[in-house]
């Protein structure tokens, strides 16, 4: 074997000419031990296609030999055709030595593919030829969880911790709090969760659990985690909006609207943060700063709806009418596609008396909001103020079938039949 430490050597030291040199000379005239081993070694380096050749040519010899036809799977996945290391796979034989671990690699291969049933049945198989092998345990967790089916997948990672508490890398207890997560069981997620940074303080998990404390209505908790993962890992960006999250939750505006501002230190090109920061801005009353932040999210993302109908609301709290128009006029949202601009610009107009355009508005929102009372309401009153009594009155009438006890429609009602 000197000849192939010697190419590991050369390929380690980035001699890849002279490595290369030596491999035509293994390829021609070395022991079929030898090719196995540089095969295996030249996969690894990712020289796929000498490997390939060496693993073919043992091929030619010995044409039924799993270990031989799992290593060219492996080689082929590598190279990105997984179809024809499909076809490799599935010729190996039950009674071949390599048969279960040919059943694991092409449990992955239909994975991928979408083609759970299939997958499901390889890995079946290999558990009733090696039942006790945890990693089919963890591709059975791994398969199920995809497929969101909870209680099967935490049955195989429980078989899993019966052996080891990580696997493949994976923290099992991660994973099933993960699971438990994003299924909705929160309580019984924060379990796992801690169980998991017993074993291993690792950021991922604590944004989890701080995430999952969170939705469970653990604010107080969430704060403390967030926190702790933010003095850790100041650059992870998630953090900071579930963090003012969590502090408006319990009413610390200030709190929450200074994490905001230490998220946009990390992270400018978050519309969410800006967004969320204008709203918090809105309820402590800082009116220039939520403007700043509402225009900021909408500078990037012009189409953000969320964000424009927010602005507007401030600027209608501000009578600032004609910024609500030229708004409405630069933003890339179509109105018939987002109603309540419609709406927006039918009481702008009204308010800046271009009442003209205030009626067109309201004509073309009607379509949309013809069950809303609010929008009726503003519609009907808008009416009257312009005289048009009859179509006035045909709005109010709809609102009181709405609301027969309604006093105030039947007085309308009245005046506009008198009218």
Request: hydrophobic share 40%.
């Amino acid at each position: 074997m000197d000849r192939i430490n010697k190419i590991i050597q050369m390929l380690e030291n980035g001699q890849h000419n002279e490595a290369l040199n030596e491999y035509n000379d293994v390829l021609k005239s070395g022991g079929h031990e030898e090719k196995f081993v540089l095969a295996e070694e030249l996969f690894q380096f990712g020289f796929l296609d000498e490997a390939k050749e060496l693993i073919e040519s043992l091929l030619d010899i010995y044409p039924e030999e799993g270990e031989l036809l799992v290593l060219l799977g492996e080689i082929l996945v590598e190279a990105g055709d997984e179809e024809q290391a499909i076809l490799v796979l599935e010729n190996i034989s039950e009674l071949d030595a390599n048969y279960a671990r040919s059943l694991l690699l092409l449990a992955d291969l239909y994975q991928i593919q979408g083609l759970f049933e299939v997958c499901e049945t390889k890995l079946l198989k290999a558990k009733e030829i090696l039942p006790t092998e945890k990693i089919i345990d963890f591709a059975l967790g791994e398969l199920y969880s995809e497929q969101g089916e909870v209680k099967k997948a935490m049955t195989a990672y429980e078989l899993v911790l019966e052996e080891t508490n990580e696997i493949a890398g994976v923290n099992i207890y991660q994973r099933m709090a993960d699971l438990l997560s994003a299924s909705g069981a929160f309580e019984e997620a924060l379990i796992y969760y801690d169980k998991a940074l017993e074993e291993k303080l690792e950021i991922n998990t604590l944004f989890g659990y701080a995430f999952t404390a969170l939705q469970a209505g653990y604010n107080r908790t969430a704060i403390e985690k967030f926190n702790e993962l933010k003095s850790l890992d100041p650059e992870y960006h998630s953090l900071y909006l579930y963090l003012a999250r969590a502090y408006e939750q319990e009413e610390e505006l200030e709190e929450s609207f200074r994490a905001i501002q230490d998220g946009i230190k990390q992270d400018d090109f978050n519309k969410e943060l800006f967004f969320f920061g204008g709203k918090i801005a809105i309820k402590l009353g800082k009116e220039e700063e939520a403007e700043k932040y509402l225009r900021e999210s909408l500078v990037l993302d012009p189409g953000f709806t969320e964000a424009a109908l927010t602005l507007n609301k401030l600027f209608f709290q501000l009578d600032r009418f004609d910024d609500v128009l030229d708004l409405i006029s630069w933003l890339d949202i179509v109105e018939d596609e987002e109603p309540q601009l419609l709406w927006d610009s039918a009481l702008a107009y009204q308010r800046i008396e271009d009442y003209s355009k205030a009626l067109d508005k309201y004509e073309t929102a009607y379509n949309f909001f013809k069950n809303n009372q609010d929008f009726l309401q503003d519609y009907g009153y808008f009416l009257m103020e312009e005289g048009k009594s009859s179509r006035a009155a045909e709005i109010f009438k709809q609102l009181l079938e709405e609301d027969p006890s309604n006093t105030e429609y039947m007085d309308l009602l009245e005046r506009l039949s008198d009218a």
